[in-house]
């Protein structure tokens, strides 16, 4: 399953143009609250961008670690899902990826590429909220 925002930026002045989509292994309600959450800070918060973390204050799904998210570029989608064009507006859609908490304080002491390496690095499966969390011991 795929769900997104629609309008997360509508009305926005300013160049921070975004959506955001989050995977999924099952249909739940409660992502679509976690979208919902997102876009209202976006809108009236202190807006969203790539490589930012959000804490969702509860597991993404079922029982999983993972209690935060991290917003990605589309890599499994490429440019296509990426930007796009709307109303003469260029619009970045950014992949809201759930991590554990520890790998939101990994992403905060050795920075954005090194957290997105080591998904790569360990094979992250975005899609299994039972998986366990990727930072080990770092020597």
Not at 38 to 50: E, F, Q, V
Request: proline share 4%; hydrophobic share 30%.
């Amino acid at each position: 399953m795929c769900y997104c925002t629609v309008g997360m930026s509508a009305d926005r002045l300013d160049e921070n143009l975004i959506e955001l989509f989050i995977y999924s292994p099952k249909s739940d309600d409660s992502l679509i609250e976690l979208l919902t959450v997102c876009a209202s800070y976006h809108r009236n918060g202190l807006p969203l961008n790539l490589h930012h973390t959000v804490n969702i204050s509860r597991p993404w799904l079922g029982k999983s670690k993972c209690d935060h998210c991290f917003i990605s570029n589309a890599y499994l989608d490429g440019q296509e899902l990426e930007l796009f064009q709307y109303d003469g507006k260029e619009i970045h859609c950014y992949w809201l990826i759930p991590i554990t908490e520890k790998e939101r304080d990994f992403k905060i002491e050795y920075g954005c590429e090194e957290l997105e390496q080591l998904f790569e690095d360990r094979q992250l499966n975005y899609l299994d909220p039972d998986r366990d969390c990727l930072v080990g011991d770092r020597n």
